[in-house]
């Protein structure tokens, strides 16, 4: 599905959601009522210090104005790979958006990531996964590394690291994959109205405890995190 | 025991490299003596569960350490990543210990944690897992923050802070950096890979320690403190840290918004690290690169104060 697309079928009662050049936001207005923020990257645009900051903005500006959720659309390249970006930070530029989104989260701003198209890396960090849902659409596909990339470091061959990939969701790409290990809590289905889907969420809406590790558990992506965390955080609270 | 081993062994702080020390003589030193007690330690034997599928050696605490200790005779929680372990890179149980340490540091609300930083970003066999495990260490950051627990971001090892780790440290109450601590999210490699030579040619050392290095991280205001290369210099930023730090608020976020924009007007046309020295009124800011660290310090103190209600 197209931004526009998603976008009409999600708020059909409309929207003022603006693309200025991969960078989107702008406000939709929910069939239960009050209006949704709604930020995020389209067209596959490499997140960089300039479009992390104007994003970092929006989120700001509409915490101490508006109330609501705010969904974070993602179809973004990884983070901008430059020597500028690099130059001036772009580690405090991207941890500074996650740090908003993760602040409005707990703060009467649920947030719900809605992964369309692509994205990777640190630009998947600093906003799809920075929120407290995330929701995939068919058809995204997310990769930490391509596994030519990753054929490269590891020294294994593509046929064989897509041998494994089948029987090991853990390193390899893709929505499915990533579902596995709790990153992705829900996939839509684009055949039925997303208003209804959203509705629904909105309705339902998780916990703000972070359950992407028991997620991962029950789905057999990740067999240990949420245990050794649970273990390791038990150890810290006897420390008291 | 040889001679050489028994002053490994009974090394000062002071004398002990933090680039060439091992993540657990880091913490060793760090924290007041005999203090240190891990949390599933490699006693436990808690290795991936992935390495193997690659045929790949595992270690028993999965190249990180976290646990308990004092600093100064007040209580702290602290992890350590092993950088010379697959380049200190977050993996599944990697990651989880340090989620689980800071839930614990939002739990009680008031203990510190210390982050010894050394990595390199997600561990590639396990990119999911560790990409996910990364998001989750940044919440549970924010979340202790919140609650009331400063969070101190300590970097000067062989892997540097990339990719994931340094959003990681860019969520922190505080850094201390030494000059060898790079902070970055593409690495060099990675940037010429996809971007070619011409934008950075990641065999220039001198062009990858004045882009991401230690000093050029201080003077841009990414950084709090700059210590020298010793454990003792380490151990004497922290202490200092987590007596000026702040909470965690909206006025947090709103003044890092304003540094971040101040940056960009400051500095966004800016050709080279050099070019930013120059413009925030470093008088000779071709040879920073070579002064010893007291003079920098100066130099960075009088050029670039800061803030500790900005990040």
């Known amino acids: ?240 | 025991m040889s001679t050489t081993s028994m002053q490994a062994a009974i090394a000062p702080a002071a004398l002990t490299s933090w680039y060439e020390a091992s993540a657990r003589t880091r913490v060793r030193l760090l924290l007041d003596p005999e203090s240190f007690m891990e949390f599933v330690g490699p006693e436990k034997r808690e290795v991936s569960p992935h390495l193997k599928v690659f045929d790949l050696p595992e270690q028993f605490d999965d190249g990180i350490l976290v646990g308990h200790g004092s600093l100064g005779g007040s209580s702290v929680l602290i992890a350590a990543q092993e950088g010379s372990f697959m380049g200190g890179a977050f993996g599944e149980v990697h990651g989880a210990k340090l989620t689980g340490l800071l839930r614990a540091a939002r739990d009680i609300g008031s203990m510190p944690v210390l982050i010894l930083f050394d990595t390199g970003g997600v561990r590639l066999q396990e990119a999911n897992a560790g990409e996910l495990a990364i998001a989750e260490i940044m919440r549970a950051v924010i979340e202790a923050r919140s609650a009331g627990a400063k969070v101190i971001g300590l970097i000067g090892g062989r892997a540097g802070c990339y990719g994931g780790g340094g959003l990681i440290a860019g969520c922190c109450s505080a850094l201390a950096v030494s000059e060898q601590g790079r902070i970055a999210v593409s690495g060099p490699e990675v940037i010429e890979t996809n971007r070619g030579v011409e934008e950075f040619d990641s065999r220039d050392r001198a062009l990858v320690w004045r882009t991401m290095g230690g000093k050029h991280r201080r003077l841009l205001g990414a950084a709090d403190a700059f210590v020298d290369d010793t454990i003792q210099a380490f151990r004497d930023a922290a202490l200092v840290l987590l007596e000026q730090v702040g909470g965690f608020e909206l006025s947090t976020l709103t003044n890092e918004q304003v540094r971040l924009e101040a940056r960009l007007r400051d500095f966004g046309s800016c050709a080279d690290a050099v070019d930013i020295w120059t413009a925030e009124g470093v008088a000779d800011a071709g040879a920073v690169p070579a002064l010893p660290v007291n003079q920098f310090i100066a130099v960075a103190d009088h050029v670039r104060r800061i803030s500790h209600d900005t990040r």
């Open chain 1, 1 to 240: 599905m197209t931004l526009d697309e998603i976008l009409a079928s999600m708020f059909p009662a409309g929207h003022d959601v603006k693309n200025d050049e991969g960078v989107v936001y702008g406000s939709g207005s929910l069939r239960s009522g009050g209006l949704a923020l709604v930020v995020g990257v389209a067209d596959r645009l490499p997140l960089g210090v300039d479009d992390a900051i104007i994003l970092s903005a929006h989120v700001l500006r509409s915490i101490a104005r508006d109330s609501g959720p705010i969904l974070v659309v993602v179809d973004s390249d990884s983070q901008r790979m430059s020597k500028r970006d690099e130059l001036l930070g772009l580690n405090e530029f991207l941890a500074h958006l996650g740090k908003c989104l993760i602040y409005a989260d707990s703060h009467g701003r649920p947030t719900i990531g809605l992964l369309y198209g692509h994205t990777a890396a640190g630009a998947f960090l600093s906003t799809a996964l920075a929120t407290r849902v995330l929701v995939g659409l068919p058809g995204a596909t997310p990769v930490v590394m391509d596994l030519p990339s990753m054929s490269k470091v590891t020294k294994l061959s593509l046929e064989v690291l897509e041998e494994k990939a089948k029987s090991t969701p853990v390193f390899a790409p893709g929505l499915e994959n990533l579902a596995q290990t709790g990153a992705v809590h829900v996939i839509w289905d684009a055949g039925v109205p997303l208003v209804d889907q959203l509705e629904t969420l909105l309705a339902s809406l998780p916990d703000i405890d972070d359950g992407r590790g028991l997620l991962g558990k029950q789905r057999g992506g990740r067999p240990k995190a949420y245990e050794i965390a649970e273990r390791v955080r038990g150890l810290g609270l006897q420390s008291r």
